[in-house]
């Protein structure tokens, strides 16, 4: 089992930036791909972003790209996600995955952060 929890979370206002944290296991952090999704309100959860364990490739939701930005450090076993220019449509509970490289679902989940966006 690998324990993800996240923090950074909060209200703030359209145009604003914000930043969520992830840690996870030292032991496992190196070979597993970490992510991030988000469920607003009343709608079904989302990719948002998601980096491979080389922190070489990452990838985003059209939605997100060019706004946010993911990132990790091995070192410390933490992934970041760097939100820019949030809009309201971004308010949603954001939680930190991860899943085994090769693995095609994300078997690991924080137990999520709220992120609220006024307009």
């Known amino acids: 089992q690998v324990q993800l929890v996240e923090s950074g979370g909060g209200s703030v206002e359209a145009g604003s930036s914000l930043r969520l944290s992830c840690t996870a296991p030292?032991?496992?952090?190196?070979?597993?791909?970490m992510g991030w999704f988000r469920q607003p309100p009343g709608k079904e959860r989302e990719f948002v972003a998601a980096v491979d364990p080389s922190a070489r490739n990452a990838r985003y939701a059209d939605s997100v790209n060019n706004r946010f930005r993911i990132a990790r450090d091995n070192a410390k076993n933490t992934v970041t996600l760097q939100m820019s220019s949030l809009k309201a449509e971004d308010t949603a509970t954001y939680y930190c995955?991860?899943?085994?490289?090769?693995?095609?679902?994300?078997?690991?989940w924080g137990q999520g952060t709220q992120v609220t966006v006024s307009s």
């Open positions: 030292r032991r496992a952090f190196g070979l597993l791909v």
């Open positions: 995955v991860a899943k085994r490289a090769g693995d095609r679902e994300y078997e690991f």
